[in-house]
């Protein structure tokens, strides 16, 4: 399996552990990536999707045009870079007037787009591809005895016509059994399904709204899981949750909330042997009871 | 405003000129499990929706909640109707920032000028103690980023706003 690696920008300038987590547990699980050379925003839809159609295509174009030239789909992990990339595509694929417009502004470039790169999720691929049953053969340190929660990353579920891959994004399946793949339980939560509430303009408009919205979910996951972590499979649902939590203490005045938040990728590299100083370094909630677990269970194993 | 006097019956074919927004019954799918829905003023999309199809102008325009969605497009996949909610969002935001340049998103200058809303490529150091190799942005290779201002310098949201581009 082969894929040309899109980042977008938080992963690489803010949380690059999870860059580091995903190319070794790729590369581990025989998934060749090649990064995408001069890759672009890609782009935010509080960005040219918001000012016109020209800029917005032109830009989505403009990075599928590089894993086209590679004969490769896309590989992202970001929920907005995911879905931006999908629609974007969606769009050019879908109108003749659009993908000629497309191609007319790329044509300086030296640049074209056809639309033979799809775009992949790291989750869908992970749990559709490599599926989950081999994760569990390959991974080396297992969960057993810890809880954990997920969240879904809105971008991959909806809407399901467009960015798709779940058999029923009413009840999505893949982060739970990749989560119980490294031998972990899943608790199920009444929230689980809802938005983590960080991307877009949500925080920036009305933030304390936006704590509270986030508050009912982490109030949900204390009262109803025994939660040891939380994985994500985004790096705004990481950030974002990470950074809800210390808010959120300060308001109430405890320690309340601290529940080590990682993205899949770093929880799944770290059951496969690999350095916790590479690719679970960064953190703003102490992961250190789940670093813990690991290490106790690497000198068992 | 009175709708009676002050409509503009055209705004939905400049805004979205689809034959989906037709469709809306109003129904408030669109509003249940809406994170943006929980701010102050809460984003009511169907209240958008319903602005753009009696061609409230003024009160559209002036109107910020279309920018605190979170683009999760969960009432893209709930509608009923399949009126694509986030897309119509998406139209009304380039109606204000095409009408009004203090609509423009700052990012889309970050964009331009180093390919990207971050700084992708500064933290060095970091990726080095990850053993992380320095990724190939646009933002060290002058001759493709010059390209990709070019190409963006023929939209008309850059065009329109040049100086803001540094001409």
Known sequence: ?301 | MNPQTEANKDLWKAIYNTGDLQHCFNCSTCISGCPASFGDPPLLVRNLARKVMYGLEEALFEDDTPWACVSCSRCEEMCPMDVKPFEMILHIRQWQASNDETRVPPSIVEIYKRGYTQAVGTNVETRQALGLDPLPIITNNPEQLAMFREMLMKTPVIAANDYMFGG
């Not at chain 1, 045009?65 to 970001?78: F, T, W, Y």
């Not at chain 1, 983590?196 to 996951?221: L, V, W, Y």
């Open chain 1, 1 to 301: 399996m082969e894929f040309c690696l899109f980042l977008g920008c938080n992963t690489p300038a803010v949380r690059p552990d999870v860059e580091k987590a995903i190319r070794v547990s790729m590369d581990e699980l025989g998934v060749d990536l090649v990064d995408a050379d001069n890759y672009v925003c890609c782009p935010a839809f509080g960005s040219f999707p918001s000012t016109d159609e020209d800029s917005w295509l032109a830009t989505s174009g403009w990075n599928l045009s590089i894993a086209e030239g590679k004969k490769r789909d896309i590989l992202v992990q970001c929920g907005s870079c995911y879905s931006s990339l999908r629609m974007g595509r969606e769009h050019i694929m879908h109108s003749d007037e659009k993908r000629q417009r497309v191609n007319e502004l790329l044509e300086p470039t030296g640049r074209t787009v056809c639309g033979s790169s799809r775009v992949r999720h790291v989750s869908e691929v992970l749990y559709k591809e490599i599926t989950p049953a081999r994760i569990a053969e390959k991974v080396k340190i297992s969960l057993e005895g810890l809880h954990g929660v997920v969240q879904y990353p809105c971008h991959t579920l909806y809407p399901s016509e467009v960015v798709g891959f779940e058999d029923s994004p009413r009840e999505p399946k893949g982060m739970r059994q990749l989560v119980e793949a490294l031998g972990a339980t899943v608790d199920g939560y009444s929230r689980e399904l809802q938005c983590c509430g960080g991307a877009g303009g949500f925080m920036k408009s009305t933030p304390e709204q936006a704590i509270e919205f986030a508050k009912t979910k982490f109030d949900s996951i204390l009262e109803e899981t025994k939660a040891d972590f939380i994985a994500v499979s985004c790096i705004t649902c990481l950030m974002h949750m990470e950074n809800v939590q210390n808010t959120l203490n300060k308001r109430v005045g405890e320690e309340r909330y601290k529940i080590p938040v990682f993205d899949y990728n770093q929880l799944l590299a770290l059951c496969l042997g690999k350095e916790q100083k590479q690719v679970s370094a960064i953190c703003n909630v102490s992961r250190d009871k789940v670093h813990q677990f690991i290490a106790n269970a690497k000198v068992a194993a």
